[in-house]
C-alpha cells in the first residue's frame, strides 16, 4: 500500500511583513517553514486555501491571480472571529 500524505493537516507559515492597505485591510506575507513547501508552493488563479489561525480557528481566502514579485501573500479584511486574531498577529507570527 503506498504511503499518502495527509492534506488536511495544516502547513506552518510565518509571516514576515504586514501591509495596511485599506481601514480592516491588510495584507500578509508568508513564508512556509518547510523548504521544499517554500521553493515548489505553485497556484492558479481562482484557488483557495484554508487558513488556520491557531486557537481561534480557520477560514477560506482566495489566492491572489498571481503572487506578487514571487512572494505568497494573502490579503484579508477583519470581519470575524478568526480574521479578527489574523489581524491581531504581528510579524514572525505563525499560521497554518
Not at 8 to 31: H, S, W
Not at 34 to 44: A, S, T, V, W
Not at 79 to 90: E, P, Y
Request: glycine content about 8%; proline content about 4%; overall charge negative.
Amino acid at each position: 500500500m503506498s504511503e499518502q500524505k495527509i492534506v488536511t493537516v495544516p502547513e506552518i507559515a510565518t509571516i514576515e511583513e504586514i501591509k495596511d492597505e485599506i481601514v480592516d485591510v491588510k495584507t500578509f506575507y508568508l513564508r512556509f517553514d518547510n523548504k521544499e513547501i517554500d521553493g515548489n508552493f505553485k497556484f492558479k488563479s481562482g484557488q483557495f486555501i484554508m487558513c488556520t489561525i491557531f486557537g481561534a480557528g480557520e477560514f477560506a481566502v482566495s489566492l491572489p491571480p498571481s503572487p506578487e514579485n514571487d512572494r505568497f501573500h494573502i490579503t484579508v479584511r477583519r470581519i470575524g472571529k478568526v480574521t479578527n486574531a489574523l489581524h491581531d498577529l504581528q510579524v514572525g507570527d505563525k499560521v497554518g
